[in-house]
């Protein structure tokens, strides 16, 4: 079965730390990008960082040199390094993994992780 998981999500203080980890299962392949987007309440889904293997990583710009992505392909983890939080970045954070088979692309989303940026 073809499932995406995450952990680490949490409450934590402003100016805090947290680490999210987004693991694909064996059965998805091909893996060309790993990425999360957030969603605040209210809000639409938007892009927060992705990765692939080629290119170096994207980040929108509230979060540059706040949070880092790296991705372990041999393990299909990615991990979003989250520090100095601020309440903005409250939200729930949905991994996303996608594949490429010739021209055919397939995007597998996590069940989503809460992060709660809150003194």
């Known amino acids: 079965q073809e499932q995406v998981v995450e952990s680490g999500g949490g409450l934590v203080r402003p100016g805090g730390s947290l680490r999210l980890s987004c693991t694909a299962s064996?059965?998805?392949?091909?893996?060309?990008?790993i990425g999360w987007h957030r969603q605040a309440p209210g809000q639409q889904r938007d892009l927060v960082a992705s990765?692939?293997?080629?290119?170096?990583?994207i980040y929108v710009d509230s979060v540059k040199d706040r949070f880092t992505i790296s991705a372990d392909y041999t393990k299909k983890t990615a991990y979003l390094q989250m520090n100095n939080l601020k309440p903005e970045d409250t939200a729930v954070y949905y991994c996303?993994?996608?594949?490429?088979?010739?021209?055919?692309?397939?995007?597998?989303w996590g069940q989503g992780t809460q992060v709660t940026v809150s003194s």
């Open positions: 064996g059965s998805i392949t091909n893996i060309y990008s």
């Open positions: 990765i692939d293997g080629a290119r170096s990583p």
């Open positions: 996303f993994v996608r594949t490429l088979v010739i021209s055919n692309i397939q995007t597998y």
